[in-house]
């Protein structure tokens, strides 16, 4: 059985990769573990370099916290030229691959709302009225009428950094 360590305790980021590492291992064949891991940027990162660099060093302290893994995945969230996206990074001992996840554009009135302190998740819960909707469906589940929602975009972009390590292809 594979141990995952998911760099995070954000209820749709773990089950995005859950739903990601079950679909590509099967049934029962990884325990995930959520773990508390600082990704020392700051709270709302700000374009692609910033947001990777938080998600790099998700991975980073939580190989310190479980460095026993088989695999370590970090999903970190950003803002970058008008939109919210991720990048998701995967490691295990003895690869890396990333991907970043779709992007969705933002209303000016929720960019303007923004700020490193102030997060998206909660201008969008004030907008929203939904307490804590950066842990759940997030803006994407809003914007796009429940059509999507963070966890299966985050799905999508799990699934599209996980390939390299279960297709041999990619090792030639």
Request: charged residues 20%; proline residues 4%.
């Amino acid at each position: 059985m594979y141990q995952v360590v998911c760099a995070t305790t954000n209820p749709a980021k773990i089950q995005s990769v859950l739903l990601a590492f079950t679909h590509i291992y099967g049934d029962g064949a990884c325990q995930i573990e959520s773990v508390v891991v600082d990704s020392n940027v700051p709270e709302q990162p700000f374009g692609s370099s910033e947001t990777k660099l938080g998600a790099q060093n998700r991975i980073d302290n939580a190989r310190k916290l479980k460095p026993e893994a088989d695999f370590w995945v970090a999903i970190e969230a950003g803002i970058d030229e008008g939109s919210t996206f991720s990048w998701v990074i995967i490691e295990s001992t003895t690869q890396h691959d990333e991907s970043r996840s779709a992007s969705l554009p933002l209303p000016g009135i929720m960019l303007k709302n923004v700020s490193a302190e102030n997060t998206l998740g909660m201008v969008m819960s004030e907008y929203s009225g939904i307490d804590k909707v950066g842990r759940k469906e997030g803006a994407i589940g809003i914007f796009t009428a429940g059509t999507l929602t963070r966890s299966t975009v985050y799905y999508q972009a799990v699934i599209l950094a996980l390939s390299p390590f279960h297709n041999d292809i990619y090792l030639r």
